[in-house]
């Protein structure tokens, strides 16, 4: 089992409904696969650094897992065949990245903004 981290873009075309939808529909491609989601994050609807497909903002969704290589082939599949994905990218996390993520999920990287505030 690796652990392997999913960033992908969701047309801003969508309602709120529609894009939950679609976002349970890749967890639940994940959890049919026997994969085990540790994280996931909406990061909600951000400007696009470049224009894609004539669409200049997108829902952002992030999902962290623990899986076998083979899911990550039938995850893409979907993503591929789903019109509303603008863009994905799958990656796998090595222990540095892992390590990162755990600060981060922890704020420790906000402390120092936070202190700059008060």
């Keep these: 089992m690796k652990n392997y981290e999913t960033v992908f873009i969701l047309t ?7 894009m939950k ?3 349970g529909k890749f967890k639940k491609v994940l959890e049919d ?5 540790i994280n996931e994050e909406n990061w909600g609807l951000k400007k696009l650094a470049y224009p894609i ?8 969704q992030l999902f962290e897992f623990e899986a076998e290589a083979t899911i990550v082939d039938a995850l893409e599949t979907e993503y591929r065949r789903d019109e509303k994905i603008l863009r994905f990218l799958t990656t796998a996390l090595d222990k540095h990245a892992l390590a990162y993520n755990v600060k981060r ?3 420790a990287f906000n402390k120092k903004k936070e202190e ?3």
Excluded at 12 to 18: E, F, H, I, R
Excluded at 33 to 37: E, P, S
Excluded at 53 to 60: L, S
């Design 105 to 107: 999920k922890s704020g």
């Design 116 to 118: 700059a505030k008060s």
């Design 21 to 23: 939808d679609a976002v």
């Design 53 to 60: 497909q004539h669409k200049k903002t997108g829902f952002y």
């Design 12 to 18: 801003p075309v969508l309602s709120d409904d529609q």
């Design 33 to 37: 696969n026997g994969a085990k989601i």
